[in-house]
């Protein structure tokens, strides 16, 4: 893209990271809430952070069937500071 602009899909992914670092034990209801990306999507974007992107990503399990929050314990391949500098704070994403 020459245009500087992000994909749709970047954007989503960047805006799950975003969330998984600024909410608190986030389960997929959460996230969903806080990024407006459908659960099925959100899945597969955090399946594709965690090859992509190398990020640890880990589904801690609280005991009760499919209760749980996501947690990043990684960063992967990405810069923390770098990526939090540039991207931490993503407003809506738009459509091509």
Known sequence: M???KLSPSTQRQYLIINALVG???PSLNDLYQ???IAIPSLRRHLQRLRVDFKLNICYVS?????E???LLRGWGILDQNKFL???GSL????DD
């Open 34 to 36: 806080a990024t407006g």
């Open 62 to 66: 609280e005991g009760r069937r499919g």
């Open 85 to 87: 500098a540039n991207f």
């Open 23 to 25: 909410l608190e034990r």
């Open 91 to 94: 407003g809506e994403v738009e």
């Open 2 to 4: 020459s245009d500087g």
């Open 68 to 70: 749980g929050h996501y």
